[in-house]
């Protein structure tokens, strides 16, 4: 199987605690977004690569959140002294160079903070 | 604030009818529109994407697209039960990110 994987699929913490969540995009696909959903919401944008430059971010992404693709391959997004609102399924996305808006989604991971 | 608008549904079609779904978008700058189906606690399939004003047919789907109106519809026939799931709209904005509509809930009925 060659499409995105993101690893763990499920994760429950407690309040306070650090979690990083892993993203492994298509081969050689150079852009990767990460996006959050919350029940009854469309994906809302986070943050984007394009090979290892992270070129924007949302104003959703607070400065507990950081994002980082070191070698431009897979992705970490690590959430620090998590809340409880920050329970959402985390979702990355990656799309190729010769059609860069086209964007296919990983399964996810569903992060539930207690 | 740019804004993608979907009406939340549910809506219901019995089997082998027509699906339409609309959506309306607030930024004119908009170049590309896609149409995602997500099925209860999966991932957001990519299903269609349009850059052109007009029709565009893939099988069952065919998505449309009006920028003067600022308006793009995914119309599904020959509805199948399988069907049933959230239809995502998407519109790309400056950066190539995406802004998602909230989705429309789609059942079809046997």
């Known amino acids: 199987d060659t499409g995105v994987s993101q690893n763990p699929r499920h994760k429950i913490t407690k309040r306070g605690q650090n979690v990083t969540f892993r993203c492994d995009p298509i081969?050689?696909?150079?852009?990767l977004y990460w996006y959050r959903q919350t029940l009854g919401q469309g994906p809302e944008f986070l943050t984007y690569?394009?090979?290892?430059?992270?070129?924007?971010k949302s104003r959703l992404l607070s400065d507990r959140f950081s994002a980082e693709r070191p070698k431009g391959s897979f992705s970490t997004l690590e959430i620090q002294r998590t809340e409880q609102g920050d329970s959402a399924m985390y979702l990355c996305?990656?799309?190729?160079?010769?059609?860069?808006?086209?964007?296919?989604f990983g399964p996810g991971t569903r992060l539930l903070v207690l | 604030q740019k804004e993608v608008e979907q009406n939340s549904g549910p809506l219901s079609v019995p089997e082998g009818a027509i699906a339409s779904l609309n959506c309306t978008y607030s930024?004119?700058?908009?170049?590309?529109f896609f149409w995602y189906r997500q099925y209860s606690g999966k991932s957001p399939e990519l299903i269609m994407f349009?850059?052109?004003?007009g029709d565009k047919e893939d099988g069952r789907f065919t998505a449309q697209l009006n920028k003067a109106s600022q308006y793009v519809s995914l119309l599904i026939r020959d509805s199948q039960p399988s069907d049933s799931a959230t239809y995502l709209c998407a519109v790309n904005n400056r950066y190539s990110t995406l802004t998602f509509g909230k989705g429309t809930m789609l059942l079809v009925s046997p």
């Open positions: 996305a990656s799309s190729p160079r010769d059609r860069q808006e086209t964007q296919y």
């Open positions: 349009i850059y052109s004003n």
């Open positions: 930024d004119r700058g908009s170049q590309s």
């Open positions: 690569f394009q090979n290892e430059a992270q070129l924007e």
């Open positions: 081969s050689e696909h150079n852009r």
